[in-house]
């Protein structure tokens, strides 16, 4: 056994040394020189030719100068070895490149040679085997041509986001010492408002030649002069142009915004991102980013080393791909409609959002959010019950099952199910308790009126009419994240009573609530459009996959919504929206929407909502209004607002009276 053992081990002793012998195996014929010139190319591909057996160079000076060559490029190509010819103890034979930069593929090939001493292939190495015309001290490095970014158009292609002038303010360090950098790089994060030990690390960081950027302003301020930044050593204020909307907030939850790709960002790119890339985050910006973008053309380039001090080095193109200019993404924002929503907005506290559609297309008029809701997209992807809202829902219930505006229901001050006592808004009208007609009862907001109606309209027959009203079914043409609501089918108790009265496990965002007024208006279903060419990038979803925090109310309800359905199979009809109108109308002309009234123009249809959520006592309560006003359907919505008729009402008829 021993015996085996000892000529075993010699065996496996004897292949391990082949392997290892990197071009140094022994061999007189083509097989030999085909194996190295293999083996060449493969270590040419791994950056690493320090075992290989080289003649002309050290082994270990030919790896760093391979390394140097290729180490600006910050990637690793492909390389193949093609047909050896053999002349004697010479081998000839060509390499293939291909290199993938950003988005560009850079092939080219050059010509190696092999000389066999002693029965070993050795490369003869010299820097035109890695790249052709490539001389000794020249290394390559990639310089990025930005591709122009595509612009983001409102309605009537209207520029919305576009190049609009910049300073870049920060430390040029070609004007400062090096025993300046520090404290030039302090003084400027002081009057930026900036993190003054990070910013100082990224001027430390950045090389002699480099402006580092500390901020970008749309225009000087009465804090931030021109003059006090050139008053710094090394300040300095670049003007540039960037992508950017009319206003620092205009729809910013919406668009996102446009900047530095992050290390996170190029991580997860799949090499798509590079270090000093422009990429959007949030919105419409991220979600559509690869259309918008573009793609940016490279340049490969060699420098050589200055020979003498004050030797300006020659660079040499080694490849060049042209930028291709981003697409035009066009939406239906009307700018005039946004800018105004966010006015009306902006003196809101909590989380708000004003949401305005075209009924009779869908389109998508603003979609603004309010500054409370700390960039987050509550008017497409806030979750909240929709409280008394959604009775414009239970009435088209009831109308499919004879009910009629006309149709008397019963209105008393409280009503008790399961143990849970249900009682009207406070100040509800004595005059309207009783039996009274639905109109009364829908005017006047009656919740016991409602929940009375349980009996005769199930769980499933309110999802149905939700449905109906292009609530909580997908919105293909819509081109953005958004929550389109959510309506279990199924509820007993006093579940599906809170679901008569908005509550309970009913979602809306103000999106879906404005869809539903715009069906009522528009006598059909209204399927939401933001973006008109949406199919020119990715498909669009109804996923919320929008960065950012959502407010604490909404994330809590998030786990009860549900996937958008199909669109409904029993759309709601004219004489149903006609019935619907009636009622809305009556919210206005006598229930307690009165200070609707006096808006111009066409007759506004209104109903107003309050929707009671967390824990204290008494509970806090969403505010919530809708309205129709001629060819526009408006949802506004403030989160702890308190009444809907006192808190979103009159920021409506702000909106409505300047809207025109």
């Not at 901020?215 to 000087?220: D, G, I, P």
């Not at 239970?394 to 229901?409: C, E």
């Not at 069906?519 to 933001?530: D, E, H, K, T, W």
């Not at 200070?595 to 967390?614: D, H, I, M, N, Q």
Request: aromatic share 4%; charged share 20%.
């Amino acid at each position: 056994m021993a015996r085996v053992g000892k000529t075993r081990n010699l065996v496996l002793g004897l292949v391990a040394l082949v392997m290892a012998g990197s071009l140094t195996a022994c061999d007189d014929g083509r097989a030999g020189a085909e194996g190295a010139a293999k083996q060449l190319a493969s270590s040419l591909a791994a950056l690493d030719v320090g075992s290989l057996a080289v003649e002309g160079k050290d082994a270990a000076a030919a790896n760093d100068e391979l390394n140097a060559v290729f180490g600006g490029l910050d990637a690793k190509p492909s390389v193949q070895s093609g047909d050896v010819k053999l002349d004697g103890d010479t081998a000839t034979f060509p390499l293939s490149y291909s290199w993938n930069i950003g988005s560009a593929k850079w092939e080219y090939s050059s010509e190696a040679t092999l000389k066999k001493s002693d029965g070993k292939w050795a490369v003869q190495w010299n820097p035109a085997l890695l790249a052709p015309q490539l001389s000794d001290g020249e290394t390559l490095s990639v310089k990025t041509v930005p591709a122009q970014r595509g612009q983001i158009l409102g309605a009537g292609d209207t520029p919305i986001v576009e190049d609009r002038p910049v300073f870049r303010v920060g430390i040029d360090k070609t004007k400062i010492s090096a025993e300046q950098a520090d404290s030039s790089a302090r003084a400027m994060a002081g009057l930026l408002g900036l993190d003054a030990e990070e910013y100082a690390k990224q001027v430390a960081a950045s090389g002699p030649q480099a402006f580092v950027e500390g901020l970008v302003l749309r225009a000087y301020t009465a804090d931030i002069t021109e003059a006090r930044i050139e008053a710094i050593p090394g300040g300095a204020s670049i003007l540039d142009s960037m992508a950017l909307a009319p206003t620092r907030t205009f729809a910013r939850a919406l668009l996102g915004s446009v900047g530095q790709a992050s290390a996170e960002q190029i991580e997860k790119s799949n090499g798509a991102l590079r270090a000093g890339d422009t990429t959007g985050t949030g919105g419409l910006q991220q979600k559509y980013d690869s259309l918008l973008r573009g793609k940016d053309g490279v340049e490969v380039v060699a420098k050589a080393e200055a020979k003498s001090e004050g030797e300006t080095p020659g660079t040499k193109v080694f490849f060049s791909s042209l930028p291709a200019p981003g697409t035009t993404l066009k939406t239906t924002l009307d700018l005039r409609l946004q800018q105004l929503a966010e006015e009306t907005l902006a003196g809101v506290g909590p989380a708000s959002a004003i949401v305005a559609l075209r009924p009779s297309t869908g389109a998508v008029l603003a979609a603004a959010s309010g500054p409370g809701s700390n960039g987050y997209n509550t008017a497409m992807l806030g979750q909240y019950a929709p409280g008394s809202t959604f009775k414009i829902v239970d009435s088209l219930a009831m109308f499919r099952n004879g009910a009629t505006p006309d149709s008397k229901v019963e209105c008393p001050p409280t009503l008790t199910v399961d143990g849970r006592t249900f009682k009207n808004a406070e100040g509800y009208p004595e005059s309207s308790l009783g039996s009274v007609a639905l109109r009364d009862a829908f005017a006047h907001s009656c919740n016991t009126a409602f929940i009375n109606a349980r009996d005769t309209v199930s769980q499933d027959q309110l999802e149905s009419a939700a449905q109906a009203l292009g609530v909580a079914v997908e919105a293909p043409k819509l081109g953005a994240d958004a929550f389109l609501g959510s309506v279990p089918n199924a509820a007993e108790g006093t579940e599906h009573a809170a679901s008569m009265i908005g509550q309970g496990k009913v979602l809306f965002s103000p999106l879906s609530a404005a869809i539903m007024a715009a069906s009522v208006a528009n006598g059909a279903p209204v399927s939401p459009q933001l973006v008109l060419n949406a199919d020119a990038a990715q498909e669009p979803g109804a996923v919320p996959t929008e960065t950012g925090s959502a407010p604490a109310s909404s994330a809590s309800e998030t786990a009860s919504a549900a996937p958008a359905a199909p669109a409904s199979t029993k759309p709601i009809t004219k004489e149903e929206a006609a019935a619907l109108a009636d009622m809305m109308r009556a919210v206005v002309t006598s229930g307690h929407a009165g200070f609707l009234s006096s808006v111009p123009g066409a007759p506004v249809g209104a109903k107003t909502g309050t929707a009671e959520f967390g824990n204290d006592d008494p509970p806090k309560t969403h505010a919530w209004i809708v309205a129709t006003h001629g060819d526009l359907a408006v949802a506004v919505f403030v989160e702890d607002g308190g009444l809907g008729a006192t808190t979103s009402g009159p920021l409506l008829k702000t909106f409505l009276t300047a809207a025109g």
